[in-house]
């Protein structure tokens, strides 16, 4: 059981930075492929950044490449998401999530934080 909680939304001027944290619970964080997906107002959840368990591979979508980074410290337990860059289109809940394989497809992963908003102003 991996319990998430993400820190670090907020509100910002388009072309400015955030960077998100997901704290995880238990022993075993080090184990799991990591992601933060979105959700904006009335469209689907979709995958913004991928890490595997050791942190050696990561996958960005198109939308986020080149503005968003996604990192993890095993030692302490966490995922990062460093946002540059922000544009208006980048205003959505960010969801950390825990997964069983290495994958951009949500049903791959079992675990989910309660969401963090990130709102970005013109």
């Known amino acids: 059981q991996v319990h998430l909680v993400e820190f670090g939304g907020g509100s910002v001027r388009a072309g400015g930075s955030l960077r998100l944290s997901c704290a995880a619970s238990?022993?075993?964080?080090?184990?799991?492929?990591m992601a933060w997906f979105r959700q904006a107002p009335g469209k689907e959840r979709d995958i913004a950044a991928t890490?595997?368990?050791?942190?050696?591979?990561?996958y960005h979508a198109d939308s986020v490449k080149g503005r968003f980074t996604i990192s993890r410290d095993n030692a302490k337990n966490t995922v990062y998401l460093q946002m540059n860059s922000l544009k208006p289109e980048d205003t959505a809940v960010y969801y950390c999530a825990a997964g069983s394989s290495y994958s951009a497809s949500s049903p791959e992963y079992d675990y989910w934080g309660q969401g963090t908003q990130v709102t970005v102003s013109s």
């Open positions: 890490i595997s368990a050791s942190g050696g591979s990561t």
């Open positions: 238990g022993r075993t964080f080090s184990r799991y492929p």
